[in-house]
C-alpha cells in the first residue's frame, strides 16, 4: 500500500491563482480530512469527508473548497489564492479500528504552499 | 480559545535526560492521540488513550491520561536525537473523525 499521497510536495502561487492540492489513499478508508499547519498554531482542520460524496467543514474551511467522488481521493481546491493561505497542508485518512476501539489515522507527507 | 493546550512550547533537554510534555483539554475528552511530526514531514502516530488512568508505552515513550484532570502527560525516558521533533496531542471529541489537535512542543535534543 501506498498510504496517503499528496501532490505537489511544493508549490508557490500569485494571488488569486487558483490551485488544486491532490490527495489519494488506497486503504479503502471511509474518512478523509485536510488540516493546515501554521507555526504556533498547530494543526487546524479546514474539510473532511465521512465517505464518498459527503463532505463538511472544518474549522478553518473559508477559502477552500472540497469534493469526495471516490472513496480514494480528497482534493482540495484553492480558489482564490491569498497570502494568508500560505502553509503546510497535510491530507490524513482514517477508520475506525473495531479491535483498536478507536480512529486510526495515517497522515500524508504534505504540501508545502506560499502564495506571493 | 484553544481546546488544547500543550506545554512546553518547545523544550531543549540534553542527551539522556528524561523530560515530560503535557495536554490539557478545556472540553471533555473521549480519547487523546499523540503524534510526532519530524521537522518537514508527515505525522506518524505514537499512540491513542482511552480510559482514565490508562497507560501506554511505545519504545522508551509513555504516555498516560488523567481523565478526571482532562489532561495527559508524555514522558520520554533517556532521550536521545531520534526523539527530536514536533509532539502534537489530538483529543477525539466522540463523534466522528474530527480530531482537534493542540499547538504541539518543540523537542530539541543536544548531543
Known amino acids: 500500500n501506498a498510504g496517503v499521497t499528496q501532490t505537489p510536495k511544493f508549490q508557490v502561487l500569485k494571488t488569486g491563482q487558483s490551485m488544486t492540492l491532490q490527495c489519494a489513499q488506497d486503504m479503502n478508508h471511509e474518512y478523509m480530512s485536510w488540516y493546515r499547519q501554521d507555526p504556533g498554531m498547530g494543526l487546524r482542520l479546514i474539510h473532511y469527508?465521512?465517505?464518498?460524496?459527503?463532505?463538511d467543514q472544518g474549522e478553518v474551511p473559508n477559502g477552500y473548497n472540497v469534493s469526495r467522488s471516490t472513496t480514494e481521493d480528497f482534493p482540495l481546491r484553492l480558489l482564490s489564492a491569498a497570502p494568508s493561505q500560505t502553509s503546510v497542508y497535510f491530507c490524513?485518512?482514517?477508520?475506525?479500528?473495531?479491535?483498536?476501539?478507536?480512529?486510526?489515522?495515517?497522515f500524508g507527507p504534505g504540501t508545502r504552499l506560499t502564495v506571493t | 480559545s484553544q481546546e488544547l493546550e500543550q506545554s512546553p512550547q518547545s523544550l531543549i533537554v540534553q542527551e539522556g535526560k528524561n523530560l515530560t510534555i503535557n495536554c490539557t483539554s478545556s472540553?471533555?475528552?473521549?480519547?487523546l492521540y499523540w503524534y510526532k511530526q519530524k521537522y518537514g514531514e508527515g505525522l506518524i502516530f505514537l499512540m491513542m488513550l482511552q480510559k482514565g488512568g490508562e497507560e501506554k508505552s511505545h519504545e522508551k515513550i509513555t504516555a498516560k491520561l488523567d481523565e478526571k484532570k482532562q489532561q495527559s502527560s508524555l514522558h520520554i525516558t533517556a532521550s536521545q536525537p531520534s526523539h527530536a521533533g514536533i509532539y502534537l496531542c489530538g483529543a477525539d471529541r466522540g463523534r466522528d473523525d474530527k480530531i482537534i489537535f493542540g499547538k504541539g512542543t518543540r523537542l530539541h535534543i543536544l548531543p
Open positions: 472540553k471533555t475528552l473521549y480519547g
Open positions: 490524513a485518512s482514517s477508520y475506525l479500528s473495531p479491535r483498536q476501539g478507536h480512529y486510526e489515522q495515517y
Open positions: 469527508s465521512v465517505g464518498a460524496g459527503i463532505t
